[in-house]
């Protein structure tokens, strides 16, 4: 497997001043030991530790809550999904150099895929320093926890959303409500759903959402808005 530095850095928005650092940050212990190359298996160890500082203290800086409340928070940001999810998106995974022997025996949900980011953590620590660490770390999983976050507000605002439209349709004698999935777009880790929302099978409104609650719900809020200003007439 040819290891390209250029697409690796371009991924991860950060060149690496030591290039063998960086192919390190990617090389399994398997393939490290097959081909006599130092693995990734420290680096995880110490990015680990560097990655939880960060997050600990961005919380500090920018979030509310108790001692409890900012540990729960940190548990969830730099616990293996979120890992992951940030090296899948990113892409990351594709370039993770593996022995002959674990190739086709690992799975997707191997823990070996999150700990890629455990060791380009390090990695780039000991190659740009703090602030490079820090960058990358808030703009992957901090981001992406603020953007869960987002969401399951907005999930918990669906029954809401959906029971008003409901209710109102069913006040007003109306007709029946429906909704119809029009398109899912985007990879599995990071999916985009539209939804038409029906009222007796004809579409009066549309919403979109990272799933497809949220679409109904949007599109839910906007069909009960058109009602409401005489849309139904």
Known sequence: MIFDTSIV???LGYSFKDKILLRQCFTHSSYGYEHGQKDNELLEFFGDSIM?????EYLYKNARGDEGDLTQIRAEI??????MR?????????HLLLGRGL???ITPEDKT???????VVAGMYFDGGLKEVKKFVERTIIADYLENAKNKKAVENIGEAKNEFQEYVQKTKIGSVGYELLWKKGPDHSPKFRVAALLNGKIIAEGEGASKKIAEAQAAAKALKILKQGGNK
């Not at 940030?86 to 594709?94: A, I, M, T, W």
């Open 9 to 11: 850095e371009e991924k």
């Open 52 to 56: 939880e500082f960060v997050v600990t």
């Open 78 to 83: 730099v616990s293996k999904t979120p890992l």
């Open 86 to 94: 940030s090296v899948k998106k990113l892409g990351l995974d594709e």
């Open 103 to 105: 190739k086709n025996r």
């Open 113 to 119: 895929w999150s700990s890629i980011y455990e060791a």
